[in-house]
């Protein structure tokens, strides 16, 4: 159809070899895109919070897609006196939506309702319980439920820019903020956090954990403050979780590593950089990702890959990673360069394996399967 040819185009993807991947392009005008996020629950449903003027002034909106067999088209449009900068999904019920606000408020939408109701909420899996990140410098918990915050994390000395539950430990999240620290966060003894590093000199904008919590044995990149340490000291540390067994180390650039994935939290922020962390030892990173040309807003680990993340960022681009490859050029697949505006929002699809989605200021939203990370046609 003619609406079909007007939303897809074809990307080329800036890495050798130069791959190509179907895209379908979104318009979201007037709203500028600072995130897009896939529904857990439908395949077929998307969402995306923006704002207007950049979101420097006025009023925002949260706007639902849904693919039919002619395409994505608007579902609901929830708009807002502010700009809305995040949104996530209900992990117990797939019409419920939280987005936070520029005028400091959580708003819970109810596809199911016709009123909106305003609170300071979030979502984690295992608690029932939510926590909120804020420019105002703390990390507050609250319980949906009763609607009341429960608990106030003011250890930070800057904005407070993402703070994410870890989908394995229980009652345990992470904060990053504008002070350039990492926190690590347990909710069943606060106030205060129970690990840190200061892991830039600038902001940090953004984390997200590993999906997976399986052993591993995969060639990962070690920075080199990691070997000035010695594989020897290093291995040890692993050793209960190698059965007490010492195993081979390669003395090179990269080394045989085993981890849990559990324990593995991604950073990015204005040094350009994305970081692995073990949250076991948060003195360095694991390794640092270089080649985004601007400040990377957005971390995301994939949910059906283990050695996959991607990042986005103000130099317009999407990259994807391969933790696992010990690649010389730090495991860099693609350069996704699509946008024309800073790139705010990224997500991966929990349905479709390999389908990626990010938002930008440049009015667009952007859903495609790059070949690099699209499951392999079976022989």
């Avoid at 159809?1 to 895209?23: D, G, H, W, Y």
């Avoid at 419920?96 to 596809?111: C, F, I, P, R």
């Avoid at 439920?145 to 539950?165: D, K, M």
């Amino acid at each position: 159809t003619e609406r079909k040819k007007k939303t897809q185009n074809l990307i080329v993807c800036k890495s050798p070899p130069f791959l190509l991947a179907i895209m379908v392009t979104i318009f979201t005008a007037p709203y500028h895109g600072y995130q897009v996020l896939f529904s857990p629950f439908e395949r077929n449903k998307i969402a995306f919070t923006g704002a207007v003027n950049y979101g420097i002034s006025g009023n925002g909106a949260l706007l639902i897609y849904e693919r039919d067999e002619v395409g994505y088209k608007e579902f609901r449009r929830y708009p807002w006196k502010d700009g809305l900068f995040d949104v996530t999904w209900s992990e117990l019920n797939e019409a419920v939506l939280v987005t936070a606000s520029g005028d400091g408020s959580v708003v819970v939408y109810d596809q199911a309702q016709p009123n909106v109701s305003s609170v300071h909420w979030s979502m984690t899996r295992q608690e029932q319980l939510v926590v909120s990140a804020s420019w105002d410098g703390t990390v507050r918990l609250w319980d949906p439920n009763a609607q009341v915050c429960v608990a106030i994390f003011t250890e930070h000395t800057g904005l407070v820019y993402a703070s994410v539950w870890s989908p394995h430990l229980p009652h345990t999240f992470a904060s990053v903020s504008g002070d350039g620290s990492i926190r690590l966060w347990d909710c069943s003894t606060p106030p205060n956090s129970i690990a840190s590093v200061n892991a830039s000199c600038g902001e940090v904008l953004s984390c997200d954990w590993s999906k997976y919590n399986e052993v591993i044995t995969t060639f990962l990149m070690i920075q080199p403050t990691y070997q000035a340490l010695g594989h020897f000291e290093l291995l040890l540390h692993y050793l209960p979780e190698l059965g007490g067994c010492l195993l081979n180390v390669f003395y090179l650039s990269r080394c045989m590593y085993f981890f849990l994935f559990q324990y593995l939290l991604f950073t990015g922020g204005v040094d350009c950089a994305v970081k692995l962390w073990d949250i076991r030892q948060l003195g360095i990173p694991l390794h640092v990702l270089m080649g985004h040309g601007q400040a990377v807003r957005r971390v995301r680990a994939s949910p059906h890959d283990p050695n996959i993340i991607a990042s986005c960022s103000y130099d317009f681009t999407v990259r994807l990673w391969n933790i696992g490859t010990g690649h010389l050029g730090g495991g860099l697949l693609d350069i996704i360069a699509h946008h024309t505006e800073f790139t705010y929002g990224l997500d991966f699809s929990l349905h479709d394996p390999g389908m990626i989605a990010d938002c930008s200021w440049d009015q667009t939203i952007k859903l495609l399967t790059p070949v690099s990370i699209a499951p392999k046609p079976a022989v």
